[in-house]
C-alpha cells in the first residue's frame, strides 16, 4: 500500500525559508505525479505546486510562483517542497499527494494518496 511520509513542518519568521519533504513508499514513486496542497482551518484545501512523473514539467499555483520551487528524487522516492520568502499567509497545514493518472495537476481530486500533513506556521 502505497504511504506518503511528510517531514515535520515548523514554525518560520516572515521572509525565511523552509524545506519540506514527502517519501513515498509501497509504490513505484517514479510512476506518480506529485502535488503539494494546503489548507487553513474553514477553508478549502487549495494547490500549490505539482510536478510530472518525470519532473520535466512544474505547476505552481499564482500564490506560489516566484517563491517555492517543487522537486523530485526518484532515486530517493521523494518530493521537495523549497519554501522562500515565507508569509504570515502561509501558514497552513501542507499535504503532499501522488497521483497515477493525473490530468489536472491543480485539482486535488487528480491525486490517489495522500500524506497526513505537516504544520507549517509563518509568524509576522
Known amino acids: 500500500q502505497v504511504q506518503l511520509v511528510e517531514s515535520r513542518g515548523g514554525l518560520v519568521q516572515a521572509g525565511g525559508s523552509l524545506r519540506l519533504s514527502c517519501a513515498l513508499s509501497?509504490?513505484?514513486?517514479?510512476?506518480?505525479?506529485m502535488g503539494w496542497f494546503r489548507r487553513v482551518p474553514e477553508k478549502e484545501r487549495e494547490f500549490v505546486a505539482a510536478?510530472?512523473?518525470?519532473?520535466?514539467?512544474?505547476y505552481y499555483a499564482d500564490s506560489s510562483k516566484g517563491r517555492f520551487t517543487i522537486s523530485r528524487d526518484n532515486a530517493k522516492n521523494s518530493v521537495y517542497l523549497q519554501m522562500n520568502s515565507l508569509k504570515p499567509e502561509d501558514t497552513a497545514v501542507y499535504y503532499c499527494?501522488?497521483?497515477?493518472?493525473?490530468?489536472?495537476?491543480?485539482?486535488?481530486?487528480?491525486?490517489?494518496?495522500w500524506g497526513q500533513g505537516t504544520q507549517v506556521t509563518v509568524s509576522s
Open positions: 510536478i510530472s512523473w518525470s519532473g520535466l514539467s512544474t
Open positions: 499527494a501522488a497521483g497515477l493518472t493525473v490530468v489536472r495537476h491543480t485539482d486535488d481530486y487528480s491525486y490517489d494518496y
Open positions: 509501497g509504490g513505484s514513486f517514479s510512476s506518480y505525479a
